[in-house]
């Protein structure tokens, strides 16, 4: 089946340092990857969606200049938290799916960041 | 983003029991409904998916009901496990973008 793979799957930062988390499709090509952030005891929340070579589309309160998004291939979409802050602190996850119309998505492993 | 901070509700339940779990979407233009299941620490795993022109679905152990009218899914778990016990999400693919929303959660817990 398709497998997404997400790394790091944790991560501690000093605040003020930019982290990037990346995610793959190993077996399998993502036109389109979705990125989400969880806090604990919580749903997860839409952050924004990547299509490949072309601008990421981001939520309404998602500031797109903290959150930097490339989807430069089919297989790779990475997600820059930039000038990062405690608050900032939570769990990331990617979401791929393979073409436009699908309903299978694939979910990556999730990312632990911590800032400190 | 979309989704609403609340803190998940939780059922516990024993060994054996089945389990039903409620979710109500927001938006009545979606026509493809997923259930997911959340293990600490890790992504979301598929279970069972409805398109919006059935009400129910069977898998393995599992059934999911859809009720359009009051915008209302309930996963259905025969003979709860232990291994069972996880976060279960009810998702929409909203058909602009075919953006997958999550929905609030529930915190499933089975006591052996």
């Known amino acids: 089946g398709a497998v997404v793979s997400q790394h790091p799957s944790r991560v501690i930062c000093k605040s003020g340092t930019s982290v990037k988390i990346e995610c793959r499709s190993l077996?399998?090509?993502?036109?389109?990857m979705f990125w989400y952030r969880q806090f604990p005891k919580q749903s997860l929340m839409l952050m924004a969606t990547?299509?490949?070579?072309?601008?990421?589309?981001?939520e309404q309160g998602v500031e797109k200049d903290k959150f930097l998004i490339n989807h430069a291939s089919l297989t790779l979409s990475t997600l820059t938290v930039t000038s990062a802050h405690p608050e900032d602190s939570s769990f990331y996850i990617c979401?791929?799916?393979?073409?436009?119309?699908?309903?299978?998505?694939?979910f990556g492993s999730g990312t632990r960041l911590t800032v400190v | 983003g979309e989704s609403v901070g609340l803190h998940l509700p939780t059922l516990s339940v024993q060994e054996g029991d089945n389990s039903i779990i409620n979710c109500a979407y927001s938006?009545?233009?979606?026509?493809?409904f997923i259930w997911y299941k959340q293990e600490s620490g890790k992504g979301p795993q598929f279970i069972i998916d409805?398109?919006?022109?059935?009400d129910k679905r069977q898998g393995q152990r599992v059934t999911v009901l859809l009720n359009k009218t009051v915008k209302h899914l309930s996963l259905q778990i025969a003979a709860t496990q232990p291994g069972d016990s996880a976060v279960y999400f009810c998702?929409?693919?909203?058909?602009?973008?075919?953006?997958?929303?999550f929905g609030q959660g529930t915190e499933l817990s089975v006591k052996p």
């Open positions: 998702a929409e693919i909203l058909n602009q973008g075919g953006k997958l929303i």
């Open positions: 938006n009545s233009a979606s026509d493809y």
């Open positions: 077996d399998f090509q993502a036109t389109t």
């Open positions: 409805i398109r919006s022109n059935m």
């Open positions: 979401s791929a799916r393979e073409y436009v119309g699908s309903h299978g998505y694939t």
């Open positions: 990547s299509n490949e070579g072309s601008k990421a589309t981001y």
